[in-house]
């Protein structure tokens, strides 16, 4: 039986990638800061990588869906014997890096350094290692972009865009980003790269947003502004503390295209996202 140590374990993303490991008869060992019980072939070890826990000492594949830049340091200095390291960054390397916001340069900045980081310490102990980064990620209710614009709309029963939204948009299911990470663990071609992972639909942030709307039951009205009336709109939500979290620069980048090649992944390891076809579920924080 195949072993698995992951990163990230009770999170969205670990979530969907351990289901599919114990479908696929795996052993999993998987990190998470609150406690949980074990279940079947899952092993749950509770703790954080800023002070991470006794760890197992080998594992046949490390997967990691949190924060790259902790990930990486904990690995660089770790002694765990392991040939396979998958682990997740972001798109937000690309899309952040000239940003007018210091924060969200800074952050690109962390990401290109934590993939390095990786990379180079996977290749010092003869492992070999693969960054997959994903684009807007959607699929189980807890993401912070379409689920927060659910759970906005269905408080107002509207959500506000200015005109201008057209910038082009690939969200991604979390479950094809599981499929695509125990894909490439098993792909030599993947081995050593870094690969980014959008939708299998491109699609105007407009359109986006008017499709996740169309979940929803009631469905909430799409109402667009003219970009001065939108931008009142906008200071008084963060002040009233509706936008709490936005990043600074989320409003000007709707007028931005952030498109991603998924070809190398295609290629190497047969990704294949499916098309944006959201349902409430999808969209809604799970109940209990």
């Not at 795996?26 to 609150?34: D, E, G």
């Not at 912070?144 to 948009?169: E, Q, W």
């Not at 870094?194 to 491109?202: F, K, Q, R, S, V």
């Not at 620069?249 to 076809?277: N, Q, S, T």
Request: with cysteine; charged share 20%.
């Amino acid at each position: 039986m195949a072993s698995a140590l992951v990163f990230g374990g009770s999170g969205p993303l670990g979530q969907a990638l351990i289901a599919r490991l114990t479908d696929d008869g795996w052993r999993v060992t998987a990190l998470s800061r609150q406690p949980r019980t074990d279940a079947g072939a899952v092993r749950w070890i509770h703790g954080g990588l800023e002070d991470p826990p006794e760890l197992p000492r080998a594992a046949g594949v490390i997967f990691s869906c949190g924060p790259l830049d902790l990930f990486s340091q904990w690995y660089a200095g770790s002694d765990i014997a392991c040939p396979r390291i998958v682990a997740f960054g972001s798109t937000s390397l690309h899309a952040k890096r000239d940003a007018a916001d210091p924060g969200e340069r800074e952050l690109a900045a962390r990401l290109q350094q934590a993939e390095q980081r990786l990379f180079q310490s996977a290749a010092a102990r003869s492992a070999a290692a693969t960054v997959l980064r994903p684009t807007l990620i959607y699929g189980a209710g807890r993401d912070r972009n379409l689920t927060r614009i659910a759970a906005l709309a269905s408080r107002t029963g509207f959500f506000p865009l200015p005109r201008a939204a057209t910038g082009l948009r690939q969200p991604v299911h979390v479950d094809d980003l599981a499929a695509a990470a125990c894909a490439a663990a098993s792909a030599v071609a993947s081995q050593g790269r870094a690969y980014d992972l959008p939708g299998g639909e491109t699609l105007p942030y407009r359109d986006m947003v008017a499709r996740t709307l169309a979940a929803l039951e009631p469905r909430p009205r799409l109402v667009e502004l003219p970009a001065p009336l939108f931008r009142l709109a906008h200071v008084a939500a963060r002040v009233a503390g509706v936008l709490q979290g936005m990043p600074p620069g989320a409003i000007a980048r709707m007028r931005e295209d952030l498109v991603f090649d998924p070809g190398p992944a295609v290629r190497d390891f047969g990704y294949a996202p499916r098309a944006f076809r959201p349902t409430a579920e999808m969209v809604t924080p799970p109940v209990g």
